[in-house]
């Protein structure tokens, strides 16, 4: 069994602010872990995942994540906050038996002027 | 390339009706996962599919609620005699491969609402 945990559903930066979205997970497994942003009324795209070999993961937008095994953590950042960021953000785990994702509840990023 | 494409966008219902909800993977995906999105919740696994086959239903109400992906054509989630609990987006997804480093592609969704 896995589950996610993202501590926050709403978290409010300014424009330019570093951006710290948590993510902690547990996983009988080794986990893949992915980070998914959400805009209003859309799907969910897909910002960074990590599957093995570099911890720091690298994704779109200007965001990473990095994997700590030994805090079960997958923590988001972003160094400069943009307006654009305003969005719900998703960490997801897949376990190794099977390709569905277990997501945390998600936080809602707001950025403000 | 087209991405996964899901219609319709918005559907409501009465209760006691049908719902059918429609979903066509990208180009080359024949496996389809369908996650429901509550209100202010975060999105949960429903089902998982490929071609002619359920292969994990673990996440699926046993009654009421079934799943299917065709040899042609999309698949559907059908959820018959709606109650109001069923009010959410439902999102499907799709992926290449099966495993689990593989990326599942989101489509935008159906807004389901119940009268």
């Known amino acids: 069994a896995q589950s996610v945990t993202q501590l926050g559903s709403h978290v409010s930066v300014s424009e330019g602010a570093l951006v710290l979205l948590r993510c902690n997970y547990s996983s009988s497994v080794p986990p893949y872990l992915f980070w998914y942003v959400q805009y209003p009324n859309q799907g969910l795209q897909l910002l960074l995942k990590?599957?093995?070999?570099?911890?720091l993961v690298k994704g779109i937008n200007g965001f990473e994540a990095e994997f700590k095994k030994s805090e079960t953590s997958f923590h988001l950042t972003k160094p400069s906050a943009h307006m654009s960021d305003a969005a719900e953000y998703f960490c997801?785990?897949?376990?190794?038996?099977?390709?569905?994702?277990?997501f945390g509840g998600g936080t809602r990023l707001m950025v403000k002027p | 390339n087209a991405g996964v494409m899901q219609n319709p966008r918005h559907l409501v219902r009465r209760r006691g009706q049908e719902a059918r909800l429609r979903c066509s993977p990208m180009k080359g995906h024949s496996h389809v996962y369908w996650y429901r999105q509550l209100p202010e919740e975060g999105l949960k696994f429903m089902v998982y599919?490929?071609?002619?086959?359920?292969?994990?239903e673990s996440g699926m109400p046993k009654e009421r609620f079934s799943a299917e992906f065709p040899k042609e054509g999309p698949s559907i989630l059908r959820i018959q005699q709606v109650v109001r609990g069923d009010s959410a987006a439902y999102f499907c997804?799709?992926?290449?491969?099966?495993?689990?480093?593989?990326?599942?592609?989101f489509g935008p969704g159906t807004r389901l609402t119940v009268l």
């Open positions: 997801a785990v897949s376990a190794d038996a099977g390709n569905m994702l277990t």
């Open positions: 990590y599957t093995t070999g570099a911890t």
């Open positions: 997804a799709s992926s290449l491969e099966r495993q689990s480093t593989d990326t599942q592609y």
């Open positions: 599919l490929q071609k002619e086959n359920i292969i994990d």
